[in-house]
């Protein structure tokens, strides 16, 4: 029996104690993305490279989660993809892109600073960001960003954190004026 291929991933939680690098960049078009322009969205940050075959298997399903017209669960709205290009040139990429029919948002680290302060040393990585702007799980490997499982992630990063929940509640008692007795 042939043996099948298949895409495998590694998904692990962000470091608690490991800061959320900020982000500050602009992408091939033009656009900056800023940490505090993405707040409330949940983020998709991908780091890729055109040599990388796992990278081009996944990257249509990342275009594909960039074209969704639906918003996020609720009131939220759809999430965001950022690629991030590792140490290529801009004809390559733009090429790449061109060849491959992508119009998602991508970046140039061209000395590779944003891979290292994100810790990237396979690719892909993805880091999904939560939109209280704080990164959540680092994804290694190649992963069906339009499939069941991936979506199912991006809705659970949407809806409320239970650490959240319980700071609302807290507020809301804090800030209770005291009743007559």
């Known amino acids: 029996m042939p043996l099948l291929a298949h895409a495998q991933f590694d998904k692990t939680p962000w470091p608690r104690a490991q800061a959320t690098p900020a982000i500050d960049v602009v992408d091939l078009q033009g656009q900056r993305w800023t940490s505090a322009a993405l707040k409330g969205r949940v983020v998709v940050l991908n780091f890729w490279a055109t040599w990388c075959a796992p990278c081009?298997?996944?990257?249509p399903s990342l275009q594909a989660l960039h074209q969704d017209?639906?918003?996020?669960p609720g009131d939220a709205r759809p999430a965001v993809v950022i690629a991030i290009n590792v140490k290529e040139s801009p004809s390559t990429v733009r090429r790449f892109m061109a060849a491959h029919q992508?119009?998602?948002p991508v970046?140039?680290?061209?000395q590779g600073d944003l891979t290292r302060q994100w810790g990237v040393r396979i690719y892909p990585t993805t880091v999904l960001?939560?939109?209280e702007g704080r990164a959540r799980w680092r994804v290694v490997?190649?992963?069906d960003w339009s499939g069941p499982t991936a979506r199912a992630w991006l809705k659970d990063l949407q809806a409320p954190t239970a650490t959240a929940k319980s700071a609302a509640m807290?507020?809301?008692k804090s800030t209770a004026k005291p009743t007559a007795q």
């Open 102 to 104: 992508l119009d998602l």
């Open 141 to 143: 490997g190649e992963l």
């Open 69 to 72: 017209p639906k918003p996020g």
């Open 129 to 131: 960001i939560g939109p």
């Open 170 to 172: 807290s507020t809301d």
């Open 107 to 110: 970046v140039l680290d061209a």
């Open 56 to 59: 081009q298997e996944e990257m």
